[in-house]
C-alpha cells in the first residue's frame, strides 16, 4: 500500500470520526472563553463608626486594588458616616470606594431606618455591589430575625444582574452577610433560618449567579449544608474560613483560580475568585 492512498484513508476515517464523535462545544471554546474575576471583602462598617479605631477607605481600596477584580461583594458598608471619626467626612463611600479601584457602576442597600431594634442611623451599615460592567434589576430582601430579644444586627441579601461586555452572557451576582453568634447564641439559628431563605429564592433558577458573602460559617455547618447540599450552590473558596464566594449552577462555571490577601485594613481579608463560564 502507497503512502499517498494510505493519507487519503486517514483523512476519511477522520472526516466520519468527526461526524459519529463530534468534539463537545464547551470543549473547543474553553481557549478562547471569556471570564469573570469576583471579590468579596468585609469592609468592618462597625469599626468605621468608632472613628479613629477605625479602617481607612484608601487603605481597604489599596488591598483590592493588588487583585484586580471585575466585581467586588462588599459587606458591612457604611455608606454615609455622619461624620463620625477622623477618615470619613460626609460622603457616598460606596461611590467613592468604586473611584478607588477603577469601576464605575454601583448597588447599595441598608436596613430601614423606621428598624428601631438598631437605633443609631450611622451605623446601620449595609451591603454593596461595585462592578466594570452595568448592573440592572437590583433587588434586596430583608431576612427575619429568629427572636425580638436577640435580633442581633439586621441583615439583607442584595442581588443585581451584570450585562458584561467581554463575550459573558448576562449572570447574577449577590452579596450577603449571614449573622454572628450573638450574645444568647442565636445566631447560629438565625444562620439556618437566612441559609433556607438563600435556598428557596434561587429554587428552580436557572440564572447563573455568584455570591460573594461573609456567612459567618466553617466546614460543613447545617447551614452550609443548606447552600451547598439542598441549595445547588458550590463553594470556590473552601480554605478561605468565613468569607466565602459560592455559585451557581456549578456546570456553568469553572473556577480558575482563587486568591486571599492578608490586609491590615479590616478585621476580615478580601478574597477573589476568577471564573470561566462554560
Sequence with gaps: MDRGFLLKRMAVAFFLSTLLFPVPAFCEASEGSASVTVASYNIAGFNICKGEDGFP?????????????????????????????????????????????????TAFSKPPDDDLRWPPLQMRYGLSIVSRWPLTDI???????????????????????????????KFRVATVHLMHNGPSGGGRNDRVIMANFIREQFEGDSIPTIMGG???????????????????????????????????????????????????????DPIQATFEYR
Excluded at 64 to 92: H, M, S, T, W
Design 57 to 105: 477607605l484608601d487603605a481597604q481600596a489599596a488591598e483590592l486594588n493588588k487583585l484586580k477584580p471585575d466585581i467586588v461583594c462588599f459587606q458591612e458598608v457604611v455608606k454615609d458616616a455622619l461624620g463620625q471619626g477622623r477618615y470619613y467626612p460626609n460622603e457616598d463611600r460606596v461611590a467613592r470606594m468604586a473611584q478607588l479601584i477603577g469601576l464605575k457602576y
Design 214 to 268: 461573609d456567612y459567618n460559617s466553617r466546614g460543613l455547618s447545617e447551614e452550609m449544608r443548606i447552600l451547598l447540599i439542598d441549595g445547588g450552590w458550590a463553594n470556590a473558596t473552601p480554605d478561605f474560613g468565613i468569607d466565602k464566594i459560592l455559585y451557581r449552577p456549578s456546570e456553568r462555571w469553572k473556577v480558575i483560580e482563587t486568591k486571599k490577601v492578608s490586609s491590615p485594613a479590616s478585621d476580615h
Design 139 to 169: 433587588t434586596t430582601y430583608r431576612f427575619r430575625h429568629l427572636t425580638d430579644e436577640d435580633p442581633g444586627y439586621p441583615r439583607l441579601l442584595l442581588m443585581a444582574v451584570v450585562h458584561p461586555g467581554n463575550g459573558l452572557p
